[in-house]
């Protein structure tokens, strides 16, 4: 690892372990997933699979609700006021959402210049910048489904009702080539448009063209950072694995030993580390994300205002050359 990447994940290490206002917003960033662009990978490619499915599901749904729809009037008037408060709930992650990206990007910056802030203030700012930040979010989705709503999903139709395997394999695969490559790249031109809104103050349109410039500038950087912060989400994750199992394995002992003697506490004694796991890993999965968009926002800010970097895999390529040339010369 060069020292462009060991430099940035040093320093966002320092700004999540001493400024512990920001997990509180990394709580909220993770719901957006801590596995990055690679899990976005897993995730598509998912996707990509269980597209005849999901279009079959879809026909399904719509002959099932649509005859159904003619509730009594009570009834219906219910489905309505929870469909509303599920709506209203769904806003307001949303909103918790998007606030925490904007307000942990400006608050990773203030805390890598030594400047403290609060998690009410980071928030307030990530709220103002709501708006453009959400309309990034949003074109990323436009881009990347209308692709798929407008070619991919018609093409499947037309071929999945021919009954022709071959046909359908193909179409699978390339679905898989044009579907999960956009997505991955639309991320990346999203992390970076974000912080030109809430740094630069740029405009959503105008954040989002810089964002693909930077983008297509340092492409390999931002792959190879990726899957850098993809390790270390595995191995933090494998870690919290081990340390839930050994924080379950006893729990779960007494509370079969319980049961085996009809105790009535067995439930809540297998609930205790239930508990205590989950706590935990909301705690990890808050500092995850924290050391994460720390991470891209350092790099953001190595890319635009550090010079030229260089990848590593591009540094290992040019000391080819001197390598060989060096093993020619030695006896």
């Known amino acids: 690892m060069s020292s462009l990447y060991r430099n940035i994940l040093k320093k966002s290490w320092q700004i999540t372990k001493k400024h512990l206002y920001l997990w509180p917003l990394g709580f909220f960033v993770a719901f957006l997933g801590n596995g990055g662009e690679y899990q976005i990978l897993t995730k598509q490619i998912g ?15 719509f002959n099932t609700v649509m005859p159904n729809l003619g509730l009594p009037f009570g009834r219906g008037l219910l489905l309505a006021l929870f469909l509303i408060a599920s709506l209203l709930i769904i806003l307001l992650v949303i909103w918790l959402v998007i606030s925490a990206v904007a307000g942990l990007i400006k608050g990773s910056v203030d805390a890598s210049k030594d400047q403290r802030n609060s998690f009410a203030a980071l928030l307030a700012t990530g709220s103002k910048n709501f708006k453009p930040v959400f309309g990034l979010f949003i074109i990323a989705k436009i881009i ?12 499947m139709l037309a071929t999945f009702a021919q ?7 193909l179409i699978i695969i390339i679905s898989f080539l044009i579907f999960v490559p956009l997505t991955i790249i639309v991320s990346f031109v999203t992390r970076f448009a974000a912080a030109f809104v809430v740094l630069q103050g740029q ?11 930077l983008f297509a500038a340092n492409w390999l950087i931002s792959l190879e950072m990726a899957f850098i912060l993809l390790i270390i989400n595995l191995v933090v994750g494998f870690a919290l694995f081990i340390v ?15 049961a085996i003697n009809q105790t009535a506490s067995t439930l809540n004694i297998i609930m205790i580390p239930v508990i205590l796991i989950i706590l935990l890993t909301m705690v990890i999965g808050s500092m995850l994300a924290t050391f994460q968009l720390s991470s891209w926002t350092l790099l953001y800010l190595r890319l635009t205002e550090g010079g030229k970097a260089h990848s590593k895999i591009v540094r290992w390529v040019a000391m080819l050359p001197e390598k060989m040339k060096r093993k020619k010369i030695a006896p």
């Open 244 to 258: 839930a199992f050994l924080l379950f394995s006893p729990f779960f002992f007494i509370g079969m030993a319980s």
């Open 163 to 169: 009954g022709n395997v071959t046909l359908n394999i």
């Open 144 to 155: 990347v489904y209308t692709l798929l709503a407008l070619i991919l999903t018609p093409l």
């Open 47 to 61: 996707n990509v699979r269980n597209q005849p499915e999901a279009i079959t599901n879809l026909q399904g749904w």
């Open 203 to 213: 405009k959503m349109t105008e954040a989002f063209k810089n964002g693909w410039r």
